[in-house]
């Protein structure tokens, strides 16, 4: 009896054995988060997939964000939407590393997936490094270094991935998610509501939201898989790996666009009504239309020239209009060419009042710009009832 419980013990122990060193043969997946830089690129935080394999004695790192500086016209293909990013593979201890040198936080949560689905994970990152695929072409909104790991997580997993349930009401758009990664860089925040257009308006569901990598691991947080009627965590809880030791931003309101624009203002208003000769107001307005005339050539580029779908139908182009070329034009030329000054004002007076209906529409910086504009419009519109209309050009 002793020998036959010895026998059955030995073969317990042998598929035990067997058992766990299957278990230790599938590699484990892990979802990496790292919080914002300074850098324009590094705002809004980075995701990355690391996978442990214990039985090939490898530790690595898959990363949807690298881009080549040295790429031949690179600010170029950026303006037209046509950079490529691209998949890079490197250790785990290397890209710790990267960020201890930033300064930025790190977080760490393993992805509970069964060994099938972290097989065919794998799979699709193998695809994902052939060199027709290991370039992409880069969509901020849809088509990021988070989106392609929400892809590939959908994929792997199935339709056993539950999403939370949808509050349409009180989603955020993607203006605001954007921005509120900006509050302590209010001219970066300028410059993106200058150039978004009507998509960012858009409500983005708790799916779309997961294009910012810091709302994808709140996302990814929130979503159990079904496992047979039971409903497991997608993630575990995070495990910090590195503290941010980066220096807090501060930001001042007299450096801000508001307070700096309505400066620029009250300057144009006092110019305007001490200067009334035809000469010092040409130069005034030589720098001002050429300023705002580049600001409306941005607006006909990112409107018609570019692949950047969130910069369509952008309607900043209603007060950045083209009229303001051809007032720049009637400037230089000395031309009294009322009609396109006269434009311009009407475009800038209803966009005012848009502002001041819909305050929350646009950046409220922009305000003082869209009035320095209607000031000397209107002093070229040949308006008689206005005060600083100026003499007629000889």
């Not at 593979?89 to 977080?107: A, M």
Request: aromatic letters at 14%; a neutral charge.
């Amino acid at each position: 009896m002793e020998k036959l419980f010895s026998v059955f013990s030995a073969i317990v122990l042998f598929f035990s054995a067997g058992i766990y060193a299957q278990d230790r043969e599938v590699p484990e997946v892990y979802l990496l988060t790292c919080g914002p830089g300074t850098e324009t690129y590094s705002r809004w935080g980075h995701s990355a997939l690391r996978i442990v394999d214990s039985m090939e004695g490898t530790d690595r790192v898959y990363n949807w964000g690298v881009f080549d500086f040295n790429t031949p016209a690179f600010a170029w293909k950026f303006a037209r939407g046509r950079l490529e990013y691209m998949l890079g593979v490197s250790t785990y201890e290397r890209f710790i590393q990267e960020y201890f040198l930033e300064g930025r936080w790190v977080q760490s949560q393993k992805i509970n997936l069964e060994p099938r689905e972290t097989a065919e994970l794998m799979h699709l990152i193998g695809i994902n490094l052939r060199p027709e695929n290991v370039k992409y072409r880069y969509d901020f909104f849809y088509d990021d270094c988070s989106t392609r790991i929400r892809d590939l997580l959908e994929e792997a997993i199935g339709d056993s991935m539950v999403y939370p349930p949808e509050i349409f009401d009180e989603a955020p758009s993607f203006r605001f998610l954007t921005g509120k990664y900006l509050m302590t860089a209010p001219w970066l925040k300028l410059g993106i509501d200058l150039l978004m257009g009507s998509p960012g308006n858009k409500k983005a569901s708790v799916r779309d939201r997961m294009f910012l990598p810091l709302d994808m691991q709140k996302g990814l947080s929130d979503i159990v898989i079904n496992r047979n009627g039971k409903m497991i965590p997608l993630l575990q809880n995070p495990v910090t790996v590195l503290e941010k030791s980066l220096k807090t931003e501060k930001t001042s309101f007299l450096t801000s666009p508001l307070f700096v624009f309505s400066i620029l203002l009250v300057i144009v208003i006092i110019l305007s009504a001490v200067f009334r000769d035809l000469k010092s107001n040409r130069i005034i307005d030589i720098l001002l239309f050429s300023v705002f005339s580049v600001l409306a050539l941005m607006m006909i580029f990112f409107n018609f020239f570019t692949d950047h779908q969130q910069m369509r139908l952008n309607a900043n182009a209603v007060w950045l209009n083209p009229f303001i070329i051809l007032c720049l034009l009637s400037v230089i030329l000395k031309r009294n060419w009322h009609t396109w000054f006269r434009m311009v004002f009407v475009l800038n007076v209803l966009w005012f009042f848009v502002l001041l209906i819909f305050p929350h529409s646009s950046n409220t910086a922009f305000m003082p710009l869209v009035l320095v504009l209607i000031v000397r419009s209107s002093a070229r519109a040949g308006y008689p009832w206005n005060p600083l209309t100026l003499p007629e050009e000889e």
